[in-house]
Each structure stands twice: as structure tokens, then as C-alpha cells.
């Protein structure tokens, strides 16, 4: 596995985008799911997007030698004309989230017919279910496991618990034995976050990933390129990132080990946090 971390960031404006792009950031991201959105994650302070189809072609048209995902809705009638109008528009990767079914990601594969890379969202339970029976079916090339929706199509309070309960372990197998590159979910600054990257990444390296999207933790104070800058290097805090993901990828597996069971021993302590907050709150 590569010890380079691939990082992909939501762009909203044209000044974030070069600035994202020239701070060393791999993929910039348009997302335009909103079909379900709200009624899944409404009571979650996740990203919900209100990017439209004009904004692929404007960050297409100001960072043009970028690589650009862009994620449409969920798999219906409307895929086939979003899928055409995003590639017609520049993308050169094309997510598509909530799916449950193969059949729902084959039609999807067939629609994009090469015309972009394909970047299945396994984030529902059935979706991730399928990874071993895809993957060894030898034509998936890239994948993305989110844990937003992921975590609460499970049922589970907190969004790193598929990633301490063993639930990702033979998917992610099955992903790295067929040689499919893939990410999983968000990434905060270095230091922040209730798992902190300087834990979590040694989870994306013992799983086998080596992609993750950067949180809304780098979107404080994103009104504009100059607020994001503002008090904060982005090209450092990426590069801090980076460095700590290189360390893991340079450890051993008893040191991966190790860092799995301070990762589960943390997202334990935040679940029994969030037991207690609602017992008091009922």
C-alpha cells in the first residue's frame, strides 16, 4: 500500500477551490445529493450540500488540470440524466451514494460507461454486505466507505462505531486482496476530533485505506479563501496529515495493533458518553 494519504475536499467557491488545489489537496469535490438527506441526517451537524449542477462547471472552469468528483443522488429515474449532465460538465469521477443492491451499482456502472471513474458510497449495512461478492468479481476500481449514514443505517449512536466493531474488517480485506484502492469516510485536523487523526489514521492504514475526505473541520470560516486562511496553513495542516499517515504505514503490526484497541477504547468512552447525555436528557 501506498504511504501516500489521497485527500478529497467539498469546494463551494471558485477562490477555495485554488486555493484547495494549490494547498496539495488530491480531489475536489462537488455534492450534489440531496434527495434523503435531510430526513437521514437531519438531527446530525454533518455537511449537507446545497451545490447545484452550476457549480461543477464553475470549479471545473477555474481549476481545469484538477481532478474533480462529483457525488449525484441516490440511484432512481434520475441517475442516467445527472450522470450525463456531470460528465458533460467536466467531472472526472463520478460518486453515487445510498445504494443497496448490485443491480443498483451495475446500472450506475453501466451509465458512466467509462466515461468517468465510477466511485461506488458503500454507506448503508446491505451496500457493505455486498463489498467481498464485488470485489471478487474483479471490475470494481475504487470504492469510498462512508460512515455517516453508514453508522445509522446499523443503528449505532456514534459514526467511528462500524469502524471499532469489526463490521468493516472483511470488507476492507476482501477490498485490499482484490487491489482496489479505496477511503473511508472524514478526516479532521491533526488534534481535533473525539477520534483525532493521530489515532484514526492508523485504522486507514491497518484496514488498507488510503483516502479519506477532510472534514468540515477545514471549513471553519470558509466564507471565502481568505477567511479559510486566516490564522490557519492549509497546505501544513495537510501536510501534517500526510506525515502522520506515513508513520502509521512505516509501523508494525503489533504497533497497529495497539493503536486499534486506544481507537475502540476511544469510540467506547463516546459512546457511553452519549448513553449517559441521553438518559440524563430523558
Known amino acids: 500500500m501506498s504511504a501516500h494519504l489521497r485527500l478529497i475536499m467539498v469546494v463551494q467557491t471558485p477562490e477555495i477551490a485554488r486555493m484547495v488545489a494549490a494547498g496539495g489537496v488530491d480531489t475536489l ?7 434523503g438527506k435531510e430526513a437521514r441526517q437531519g438531527h446530525l451537524p454533518s455537511w449537507k450540500s446545497r451545490q447545484s449542477m452550476a457549480d461543477v462547471s464553475l470549479i471545473r472552469d477555474v481549476v481545469p488540470g484538477a481532478r474533480l468528483l462529483v457525488r449525484v443522488n441516490p440511484p432512481g429515474a434520475h441517475t442516467q440524466a445527472e450522470v450525463d449532465e456531470v460528465i458533460a460538465r467536466g467531472a472526472d469521477a463520478v460518486m453515487l451514494p445510498m445504494f443497496r443492491r448490485r443491480e443498483e451499482l451495475l446500472r450506475f456502472v453501466d451509465i458512466v460507461a467509462g466515461r468517468a471513474e465510477c466511485l461506488p458510497l458503500f454507506e448503508t449495512a446491505a451496500a457493505v454486505e455486498l463489498i467481498p461478492q464485488i470485489a471478487n468479481e474483479g471490475w470494481l476500481t475504487a470504492a469510498h466507505i462512508g460512515l455517516n449514514d453508514l453508522h445509522l443505517d446499523l443503528g449505532r449512536r456514534f459514526l467511528f462505531e462500524p469502524l471499532a466493531d469489526g463490521v468493516l474488517e472483511q470488507p476492507c480485506a476482501a477490498l485490499r486482496h482484490a487491489g482496489v484502492q479505496f477511503g473511508i469516510g472524514g ?28 472534514s468540515q473541520t477545514f471549513h471553519r470560516n470558509a466564507g471565502s479563501a481568505e477567511e479559510l486562511e486566516d490564522g490557519f496553513d492549509f497546505a501544513a495542516e495537510v501536510a501534517r496529515l500526510r506525515a502522520i499517515y506515513a508513520c502509521f504505514a512505516d509501523a508494525s503490526p503489533h504497533h497497529l495493533e495497539q493503536n486499534r484497541k486506544l481507537v475502540a ?10 448513553g449517559t447525555s441521553a438518559r440524563l436528557a430523558g
Request: aromatic share 2%.
Open 29 to 35: 469535490f462537488v455534492d450534489l445529493e440531496h434527495l
Open 265 to 274: 477504547e476511544r469510540v467506547g468512552e463516546a459512546v457511553r458518553a452519549l
Open 187 to 214: 478526516i479532521a485536523r491533526a488534534g481535533e476530533g473525539i477520534v483525532p487523526p493521530e489515532l484514526l489514521l492508523g485504522e486507514h492504514v491497518r484496514l488498507g485505506s488510503n483516502t479519506a475526505i477532510l
